[in-house]
Nanobody
Framework: QVQLVESGGGLVQPGGSLTLSCVASTSSFSLAVMNWYRQAPGKQREFVAR???????NYADYVKDRFTISRDNTKKTIYLHMSRLQPAVTAVYYC?????WGQGTQVTVSS
């Protein structure tokens, strides 16, 4: 059973930064492809970023150069550093791995 627990969300002003974390309870974390998704109010859940076991990354076009995904295998944790935030990125952010979802963490960008 894989459990994913996100944290780090909150309210931030436009232009600000935030770093999300996702801790995974799995013995094979270092081999896992880990993902961030998000779901804005009234919209479908969508892909944000992915990191593979070698540290290779992929991003949705709308977050390139503003978001950075990283991982720490010793802590079984992935991160999503978000910068230059704008209200349009307000959403619940979810960690995902192989059919398992976390509970999500709310990110709200507002003045």
């Amino acid at each position: 059973q894989v459990q994913l627990v996100e944290s780090g969300g909150g309210l931030v002003q436009p232009g600000g930064s935030l770093t999300l974390s996702c801790v995974a309870s799995t013995s094979s974390f270092s081999l896992a492809v880990m993902n961030w998704y998000r779901q804005a109010p009234g919209k479908q859940r969508e892909f944000v970023a992915r990191i593979n076991s070698y540290g290779g990354t992929n991003y949705a076009d709308y977050v390139k150069d503003r978001f950075t995904i990283s991982r720490d295998n010793t802590k079984k944790t992935i991160y999503l550093h978000m910068s230059r935030l704008q209200p349009a990125v307000t959403a619940v952010y979810y960690c995902y791995r192989a059919l398992h979802w976390g509970q999500g963490t709310q990110v709200t960008v507002s003045s």
